[in-house]
């Protein structure tokens, strides 16, 4: 996993400008600590910032690759896990290869296939690829978007970059945000509409799609997307297929040169990976893998059971670690540096986040990171077999985004100025039809199927980049890289079109993905009830964001104020307390959480000194 930039100006020589692309690489020394390269020509200038996972010495970048007259230059953040049947292919075709990286694979899959070399790519990825000789540029993203890039357009100019803090390095790009911005974070941040970069002229490359650039001018095209079809396999096939394609992604995500591990939660999806990760390395004779977990200083006192969290997740981790015979380690994270980390999460991500759920990941990333440099989470099966709560609600119920029904919370918390101004609900109505318009469709489903269709639609492309983001900001804010599995795009295209009472098997939530790994764990570990993502429940965190806000409040130079209503949010934070009940985004964005983004949102618009337009 690596950092990647680039400016491309057909109006300028850039041959001299290698500060400015330094500078731009610079910004991104977290994702890469561990290696930098530039290129310059004419026309084009790229860096590149490397976290070393595979071949240190064969996969350093920009890698420069030639054929005939034209020479390619490639800049790559991610991972392939079919690099070995790709280079088959291409050693059959006459390619050679220097060393033994993804890197170079995936240089010479392009020269050989341009485009085209998209569909046969397994993996993780953001990457531009210049084609010196011709002067164009093909730039690319994953399927789902696990791996970020963002790029803007300065008049025959073009920016990109696998943050925004490395595009607004640049001096040409100022940190402005218009209405459409400031509803994106104050109606449906932490989330964002696919393709916004919130900042003026800041856009992002969306999950698979790819983007030539040439004197012509810029075209974007979407080269995967979710294709409805009747599902044909009996349910015992369905479950054999399933368990098949979670044990394939799993195996393949466990190549790595530097120590990895797995994120174990005791959970139904991260115990299933670190399952499956065991039984290789026990295969490999290597030594038993290592798990890693995270839990909060007074959680053993002040847990008390919620429909989201119905119990503790500690007694499970020990069960399943002893039962696996992993090399297990806690990490206790208490509420001072939770909350000073707020705004390192903030700083992450470019925006305003998941609050405490953001700042306890940053946490655990960089305690990770002193004991390894990969790391595989159970991320997204929630968003593939149907694990949320909002599933299983009445069907049709609701007409807006399942996870952010109360937008009330928070409207009432903003200043009538700011409410002309971004108009919320017609803001999110927008938004949400937009989504469901882009639903591919299967003639002769049923009112359940459909809706469950547009359900599984809106977490695949609205509400899982949300935590696809988080974990990739987070983690690589520390140098890790983190792999999701259950993102395996062949794994996603088949699980799309298997009817919801196969999914909903025995009527539990990811019913289909607990039948299918029976026998690889027990059975009370396979069956146990989902529980999220694990919070802090000390009430101290509550006074910490009471007295944050109290402070902004009181400080009339803060940037915040004229978009709140100060009364009513001081009259908010003196009243809540660790059991007020205000569920404003998801199952873990409750009151303190509503009070914490408010103090987010005042440290960014300070931090990127944001002009409001």
């Not at 490359?205 to 044909?232: A, F």
């Not at 985004?585 to 987010?600: P, S």
Request: with cysteine; proline share 6%; aromatic share 10%.
């Amino acid at each position: 996993m690596c950092g990647i930039v680039g400016w491309l100006s057909f109006t300028e020589t850039l041959t001299n400008e290698t500060e400015v692309i330094k500078e731009m690489a610079n910004q991104l020394i977290h994702r890469g600590p561990d290696d930098f390269g530039f290129w310059l020509s004419e026309h084009m200038a790229l860096g590149h910032r490397r976290l070393v996972v595979v071949d240190p010495e064969g996969g350093r970048q920009p890698m420069i690759g030639s054929r005939g007259s034209q020479s390619f230059v490639l800049v790559y953040n991610g991972e392939l896990y079919n690099t070995e049947d790709i280079r088959q292919v291409l050693t059959a075709k006459g390619y050679s290869f220097e060393g033994w990286s993804d890197t170079e694979v995936l240089l010479k899959a392009y020269m050989e296939w341009g485009e085209e070399c998209l569909p046969q790519l397994n993996g993780i990825f953001a990457f531009a690829v210049w084609d010196n000789e011709r002067e164009t540029l093909f730039m690319a993203r994953d399927r789902l978007g696990v791996k970020p890039l963002f790029y803007c357009h300065r008049g025959r100019s073009l920016l990109f970059a696998s943050e925004i803090k490395a595009i607004l390095a640049h001096p040409a790009v100022p940190a402005r945000v218009t209405r459409g911005g400031l509803a994106e974070v104050l109606a449906l941040g932490p989330a964002r509409t696919p393709g916004h970069g919130i900042f003026k002229g800041i856009c992002e490359l969306k999950p698979g799609y790819c983007m030539h650039v040439d004197r012509n001018g810029t075209r974007i095209k979407q080269y995967w997307s979710l294709n409805s079809h009747p599902h044909e396999d009996g349910f015992e096939r369905t479950v054999e297929t399933v368990r098949e394609l979670v044990y394939d992604a799993v195996k393949r995500q466990l190549v790595s040169d530097v120590p990895l591990c797995t994120l174990l939660s005791g959970g139904l999806d991260s115990s299933v990976i670190t399952a499956i990760a065991s039984g290789v390395y026990r295969n490999r004779n290597q030594d038993p893998i290592k798990t890693f977990s995270i839990d909060y200083v007074g959680n053993d006192r002040h847990f008390r059971a919620s429909e989201f969290q119905p119990h503790a997740d500690a007694p499970w981790i020990t069960q399943v670690s002893e039962y696996l015979g992993t090399r297990h380690a806690s990490h206790l994270i208490d509420t001072p540096e939770l909350v000073e980390n707020l705004f390192s999460a903030v700083v992450a991500r470019d925006l305003p986040g998941m609050t405490d759920v953001d700042s306890s990941l940053w946490l655990f990333s960089h305690w990770i990171k002193q004991h390894a440099t990969v790391g595989i989470s159970g991320e997204c099966a929630d968003e593939v077999f149907g694990g949320y709560p909002w599933f299983y609600r009445r069907a049709g119920s609701e007409d807006t985004f399942p996870w952010s029904l109360n937008l009330d919370i928070r409207t009432r918390l903003y200043s009538a100025e700011l409410l002309n101004l971004i108009r919320p609900e017609e803001y999110m109505a927008g938004r949400y039809r937009e989504a469901l318009d882009e639903v591919p469709r299967l003639p002769g489903d049923s009112p359940v199927d459909t809706r469950m269709r547009e359900l599984f639609y809106l977490n695949l492309t609205r509400w899982m980049p949300t935590l696809l983001d988080r974990k990739d900001r987070m983690s690589m804010a520390a140098g890790l890289e983190i792999r999701v599995p259950f993102c395996d795009h062949r794994l996603v295209e088949y699980v799309w079109n298997v009817p919801w009472e196969m999914k909903n098997y025995q009527g539990r939530e990811k019913g289909l993905l607990r039948q299918a790994m029976t026998g690889l764990l027990p059975r009370d570990v396979l069956w146990r009830k989902k529980s999220p993502y694990p919070k802090t429940h000390n009430p101290s965190f509550v006074e910490e964001v009471r007295r944050l806000t109290l402070s902004i409040l009181d400080d009339p130079l803060s940037p915040l104020l004229p978009l709140i209503n100060p009364k009513t949010v001081r009259d908010l934070a003196w009243s809540i307390n660790r059991d007020t009940n205000i569920p404003w985004f998801g199952q873990l964005m409750n009151a303190a959480q509503l009070l914490a983004y408010l103090v987010q949102i005042d440290f960014w618009l300070q931090k990127y000194r944001i002009t409001l337009e």
